[in-house]
């Protein structure tokens, strides 16, 4: 469960506090830390930070695949947005550690897609983005209480047959500045801005130390039967087409 210095700060925040560090890597964070990721509706995985997630999580990946439920393009040269992409914007899809995956991974919508042609505007990201995290952030308060108290968290699912696991510190990067490449510092004002309900968590750790090229997997997203990991080929796991 959180820790009582987590439940007391989280009763007394009223606006979200940002704690920067600037050598710290989502990926070496503890077990059960939050890694929140600005994502987009068509279930890719495709750019920066996301693509170290997707070679390493494929079964998270997997998991974030299917709640996008893309469709193929007529052409089948790529996935695009299926008719309900639309209604995830400004949600956030709260996946729970696995046997491969030691980290809660939580998927803000915030953009339907991600290249820069086809995103959405700043304006509604930023939006999107405010929505998102409070989304996650209720979701885990819900959680939390269930753990601590029982009873049904209103989340469907898993979360309302099981104790899920602990919940740890919420962990991002600037979000939403490279995928998206919105200026971090509106982002920043936005996340600040948030006007916290009681219970919510009240600390983000947002982590900004950088990869060089090399460090970060390459994905070739031209064929979505697919993958392409620095050049070798990975099968898109299986039931995921």
């Known amino acids: 469960m959180a820790s009582d210095s987590h439940r007391r700060a989280s009763q007394e925040a009223k606006h979200l506090d940002l704690e920067v560090n600037e050598d710290g890597d989502m990926l070496g964070a503890s077990p059960f830390t939050v890694l929140v990721l600005s994502c987009n509706c068509i279930g890719r995985w495709g ?3 996301a693509t170290r997630f997707a070679a390493r999580f494929p079964s998270v990946h997997k998991r974030y695949w299917q709640h996008c439920n893309p469709v193929l393009s007529d052409d089948k040269s790529a996935w695009i947005a299926g008719p309900d992409s639309h209604k995830l914007l400004g949600t956030a899809l709260l996946i729970p550690p696995n046997d491969e995956c030691e980290y809660w991974i939580a998927c803000l919508f915030t953009s339907i897609y991600y290249k820069l042609e086809q995103r959405d505007p700043d304006e509604m990201i930023l939006v999107n983005t405010a929505k998102a995290m409070m989304d ?3 979701q885990i308060c819900a959680i939390e209480l269930r753990n601590l108290k029982g009873g049904p968290t209103g989340l469907g699912g898993v979360a309302e047959e099981v104790k899920l696991p602990t919940i740890g510190e919420l962990v991002t990067n600037k979000i939403s500045s490279i995928g998206f490449e919105v200026a971090w510092d509106k982002t920043e004002a936005v996340l600040k801005g948030l006007t916290l309900k009681q219970g919510m968590r009240k600390v983000l ?11 970060v997997p390459k994905i070739d997203g031209l064929d979505p039967e697919r993958h392409f990991y620095n050049k070798k080929v990975v099968q898109t796991p299986k039931g995921l087409n």
Request: net charge negative; proline share 0%.
């Open 205 to 215: 750790h947002v982590y900004t130390k950088k990869f060089d090229d090399e460090e």
């Open 136 to 138: 996650m952030l209720q």
């Open 47 to 49: 750019f920066g930070t």
